[in-house]
């Protein structure tokens, strides 16, 4: 039975006590958050603090705070066993040189109030020794089916790469979702194109799947889709055309 | 029982033919191809010819050529009952003015080797009068569940919308892939956000499900990203960091 505290009360740290809870093989012993009523209503579940000098031994502590708070908050910790962050863009390093440091990322767009199915979710590891990396290796088995080693130079790019097919392709989303309501056409309309467009880079590459008339280079479909957009948009819409331009060069 | 005949032997075509073969209430009478190698393989299933004087009479035509033949095409036509194309940016009117005309587009990223389950493919109507548009609804009604009625403006728009959520999104694709290859990283590890930012926004609108250092104005992550990034990617970037940031003003 691995013993696990989790530090923080946000999306990742929310999903993981709500995974953790359920798993077999794992026993989440406590839940820390500076204001204790975000965690109130996990009382009975758990044991809760508000004060890091109230933490209990554990085997593997999860700091899930934000990005930027990492390095000061766990500079304040005194804690055995393996302490790590859930950070794409944070190196290990960036841990106190005090604790044993490790890596516990989980790659997936979070929604506090939006169930999720841990088990298909890429958790990416990063440890100092074999010994910890394997723990963790446990750890993340015991919630997911898709457990990644990881160096902090790989997790740097991958965070990176996620910007650009998570947040990047929502807006296009939404500049889609905004050109339909301007014409009054329900954007469920696109609903469905978006679905086969993500399902089909599971089966074949995004080279081989682009299409379009960028591609295609159809130079008179272009100029008739840049008539009908507003600056801002055409600016996006210049960008990656002359990107995908280029690339089927 | 309505009898349809196909002209054209690409993606869209190709799908039609499969979806009106299983259809009920349908006949696909004829299929038309200027290489008749191209639809050779048909010929145990519906009339097949390569010559458009040789076709014969049925209730709707279907010409699912490429956008730019359209209307040379269909001066050449001289046949009764209804005929649409099935293009997303053509108007109903560059049509032949012989021709009882009409428009139904299949909203969706067809490739040719792929199988695709028609009915969730929502199909856009166009035609020039009731009876036209009601015998079109029931054609459609066939093979989609997902059946609008969208006149040329509007269809034109979704085209539109459709390059950014589609083509677009697919280039954002690549370039996640083209990162992770960079660093011997699966691609595989982004599959699972990738489709959960698809899902998420047909839950949530693409506003609310924004997310990302461009949102939350993270000037020292959007930095270190920059840093990371080639000189193409990197224009990409901040088009896009620039286009939220000023949605989340």
Redesign the interface.
Known sequence: MIRVSILGSGNVATHLINAFLKADGVELAQVYSRNIEDIEQLKNDVQITNTTQNLIPVDVTIIAIS??AITKFSNNLNIEGIVVHTSG?VSMSELSDSLSKGVFYP???F?KD?G?DFS???I?LEAENESSLKLLKTLASTISN?V?E?NS??R???H??????????????????S??E??????E???????????????????E???????RK?F??IE??LE??ST?EK???T??TD??S??YQ
Do not use: M, R, W
């Open positions: 990005d930027d863009s790659l997936q767009t929604s939006k999720l298909e979710i890429p990416c898709s990644f990881i130079d790989q740097k790019k991958i990176l790469a996620a910007v650009f097919v998570n947040n990047f392709t929502n807006h296009l989303y939404q500049i889609g979702n050109i339909c301007e014409h009054k056409v329900p954007f309309i696109l609903h469905p194109i978006i679905k086969e467009t993500a399902k089909k880079i599971q089966e074949i590459s995004p080279k799947a682009q299409t379009g008339p960028a591609k159809d008179k479909t008739k889709h009908q957009l801002k600016e996006i819409y960008v990656l990107s995908i280029k690339t």
